[in-house]
């Protein structure tokens, strides 16, 4: 393991950082290899409900692949930063932006399922500028979130927007002043919290899969075939929500 990934817990949550500031958090092989194993223990932790990822320092999220590290695709089994191909994490995973955020950098933004950005903080894929192509799921996710014409001036122009232009787009929820931006990330991990995990996590997997279906009508057909779905109408937590409610009381979560 490196100490360029950190790894620290507040309660049901966890943060993992990028921690190479003086490289403004480039990533490394080694850094590929620990961002996997630090997503492997979170998906694995029961008492984890909420990831936090963000870069040390004040000047960048991540600027990429560390180039001189070079630019092959061995990455781990969970894909580039241990996030672009972990399709089964179904807990709620939150990029806290705090500067640039290039590259591989925006790629690991883009897996995560909400990003909270600082005002001074900057997006791109600027891979053809060095003869590069993205491969850690950029060109695949930016059209999805925010539509095929806009992603193509992004990604063919390799320009860098703002914050405020990524919320325009759509791929930014929200965009805060640096000194705000800690308090924010906590707002909404506190109001996922409030959810019951079983149901955030059919919700996650229920939006993921529906997506795949051709269509609206089989998406909504299909729903409750989905295993995560079943899980939740089975499970011990959907009852007490219903129970809380009549009860008028708060509901206790056992994510059973």
């Not at 409610?245 to 979560?253: H, L, N, Q």
Request: one cysteine or more.
């Amino acid at each position: 393991m490196t100490d360029h990934i950190l790894i620290s817990t507040d309660g049901p949550v966890t943060r993992i950082t990028l921690n190479r500031p003086e490289a403004m958090n480039a990533i490394t092989p080694e850094m590929h290899r620990a961002l996997d194993a630090a997503f492997d223990g979170f998906a694995a932790d029961d008492s984890q409900r909420i990831a936090v990822v963000t870069g040390a320092g004040d000047r960048a999220f991540c600027a990429g692949s560390d180039l001189k590290s070079g630019l092959g695709k061995d990455y781990p089994k969970g894909g580039y930063a241990g996030i672009g191909n972990r399709f089964d994490l179904n807990k709620p995973v939150i990029a806290m932006v705090n500067g640039i955020c290039l590259g591989g950098g925006f790629e690991l933004a883009l897996a995560c399922d909400l990003i909270i950005a600082s005002s001074k903080a900057s997006f791109g894929l600027p891979e053809p500028l060095v003869g590069a192509v993205a491969l850690g799921g950029g060109l695949h996710r930016l059209p999805r979130q925010i539509g095929l014409k806009q992603a193509m001036e992004l990604i063919l122009t390799s320009k860098r927007v703002s914050a405020k232009k990524g919320k325009k787009l759509g791929f930014v929820n929200a965009v805060v002043a640096p000194e705000e931006l800690e308090q924010t990330v906590q707002d909404f991990c506190d109001m996922i919290l409030k959810g019951a995990p079983g149901a955030i996590a059919a919700s996650k997997a229920t939006v993921n899969r529906g997506l795949d279906e051709p269509d609206l009508e089989r998406a909504m057909n299909n729903q409750e075939r989905y295993p995560e779905f079943t899980m939740w109408r089975n499970s011990e937590d959907a009852m007490e929500g219903i129970n809380a409610f009549i009860e008028k009381r708060a509901p206790v979560w056992k994510n059973r």
